[in-house]
């Protein structure tokens, strides 16, 4: 579903991503792996398009996207969960979720669909987004996502800044989204709930990849553990 091939991308004259490369199968969930700084938000800008690659290719579904904008990359069927969030502070919980509607055949989500499987936002349904936990905004940001229908759901960091608790139901969650068939690339430096979820992981270090894998692999690897993960 998913083809990054040798990208480099930069932030003005600094080179961050040097030659990544991964693919994502359809029905597959992989995780991009990774400490703090290590390019795994830049390859997920590069791939949907906010920071496009300078050099490399990136296909979806057999068709090259570098160059095209943001919303036309969406549009062709991947959905991005920043990990800023960025809810409408102004709408409530039911407008945040509707704003991001949109129309496909045989379409899985809807408000309903949502609400079964957010219950905490069915509650929250005319809160403002002012008035939301770190994890209820995080909820409603998948929730949001969700509503475009993707074909390829792109996480980055759902466990960030998210009590221990708070994270624990969010895997719940994502699980139930992974049951469903939807295919998910997740960028994550919580090992824990990554691979929890993940059939395969990259690792990624100062903009390359480093080590590839099925989830078995790495968590039996301990040398790539220690060296790029810390754990």
């Known amino acids: 579903m998913l083809e990054v091939k040798e990208i480099h991308t930069y932030y003005g004259t600094s080179h961050i991503l040097f030659g990544i490369s991964l693919n994502v199968k ?14 795994k938000t830049t390859t997920f800008r590069s791939i949907i398009g906010l920071t ?3 050099k490399g290719s990136i296909k979806f579904r057999g068709k090259e996207i570098i160059g095209k904008p943001p919303y036309r990359i969406a549009q062709m069927g991947i ?6 969030r960025r809810i409408f502070p102004d709408l409530t919980v039911r407008q945040n979720i509707l704003v991001a509607r949109r129309e496909k055949e045989n379409a899985v989500w809807n408000l309903e669909t949502i609400y079964s499987l957010f219950p905490k936002l069915r509650e929250l349904d005319t809160h403002m987004g002012t008035q939301l936990s770190g994890g209820e905004q995080q909820m409603l ?35 139930e989204i992974k049951k469903l068939g939807i295919t998910m690339l997740i960028c994550e430096h919580n090992v824990g709930l990554a691979t929890a979820l993940s059939d395969r992981g990259y690792v990624i270090d100062k903009g390359t990849i480093r080590y590839q894998g099925t989830i078995e692999e790495l968590q039996k690897n301990e040398e790539v553990r220690k060296k790029y993960l810390m754990v």
């Open 26 to 39: 359809e029905g597959e969930a992989v995780c991009l792996l990774g400490r703090n700084g290590a390019g």
């Open 52 to 54: 496009p690659p300078k």
């Open 79 to 84: 959905g991005f969960v920043p990990d800023t």
């Open 141 to 175: 940001t998948v929730a949001r996502t969700l509503m475009t229908n993707p074909d390829l759901l792109l996480l980055d960091e759902p466990g960030e800044g998210l009590a221990p608790l708070v994270i624990q139901a969010m895997k719940q969650q994502l699980g």
